[in-house]
């Protein structure tokens, strides 16, 4: 179990995609070693609900569709006007589409690429400046389907690949000016998302058979590595997509036998 600290006392850190999941667990993760946390998502009822466990002082409801760049410039704006700096992006926000290209929509491409490619380009366009005053870091929530193919979700690959490889071009980027740029690349983690996926006994099986420690993740798992990234202890990392899949991508993609 987590043990509070102040390691990011002082420290605001914003989360997109904060109502749920991963983004959820990373906020309360965050909030538990005394940093202000910025709640973003499009839901406030959401948002609070995660929002009642944290110290007051220490957090803000920013309600924001990450898709619309208007909204993220206003956010940010509300961020250092309340807490006056900014020192950790997480990209987290995402949405996924199962479905083959050829029986893609329009709608399902460009809102699978609004809120998982064109945030994380809006966020990091309107915070890095902050990150290069507060010598501070990135960490985009990838995926393993960023790493490689799945079957029926080729939209949702396109778009996690491309936040692997933005990753790392921002880390060369920005280097120089202090900013480290990683991104965690988890395999199946339970959350909303998913939740339909977890109801699934005979996919779950299939799941349990190629992950090597034999489950999948638990939201507080991914945020932990988001946490570690986001610490001095990694601050000779940059330019790093982080597999948080146990074990997943160890394999060449044989069944065992």
Avoid at 50 to 57: N, R, S
Avoid at 181 to 198: G, H, I, K, Q, Y
Avoid at 222 to 244: K, M, Q, W, Y
Wanted: negative net charge.
């Amino acid at each position: 179990m987590l043990q509070s600290s102040t390691r990011y006392s002082g420290k605001t850190v914003i989360v997109t995609g904060a109502g749920s999941g991963i983004g959820a667990a990373t906020a309360r993760r965050f909030a538990a070693e005394g940093a202000n946390v910025v709640l973003v998502g499009r839901t406030r009822e959401k948002l609070e609900q995660i929002a009642a466990d944290l110290p007051a002082a220490h957090r803000l409801v920013a309600p924001c569709d990450v898709s619309d760049s208007a909204a993220v410039k206003a956010m940010a704006g509300i961020v250092r006007k309340q807490f006056g700096q900014i020192d950790v992006l997480v990209n987290n926000a995402g949405v996924a589409a199962d479905t083959r290209i050829p029986e893609a929509s329009d709608q399902q491409w460009r809102h699978v690429m609004s809120i998982n490619l064109d945030g994380v380009f809006h966020t990091c366009r309107e915070v890095i400046p902050d990150l290069i005053r507060t010598k501070g870091s990135v960490i985009n929530v990838s995926s393993v389907s960023g790493l490689g193919g799945d079957w029926n979700m080729g939209i949702y690959n396109a778009a996690k690949g491309a936040v692997t490889n933005l990753t790392r071009s921002l880390a060369m980027d920005h280097g120089a000016d202090g900013v480290r740029v990683n991104a965690v690349c988890p395999s199946l983690t339970r959350s909303e998302l998913t939740a339909d996926m977890f109801d699934n006994e005979a996919l779950m099986a299939k799941f349990r058979e190629r992950i090597p420690l034999g489950r999948a993740a638990e939201p507080e798992e991914i945020a932990d590595v988001i946490a570690f990234l986001a610490s001095e202890d990694a601050r000779f990392i940059t330019g790093v997509n982080l597999p948080v899949d146990g074990g997943l991508s160890a394999s060449n993609g044989q069944p065992p036998q």
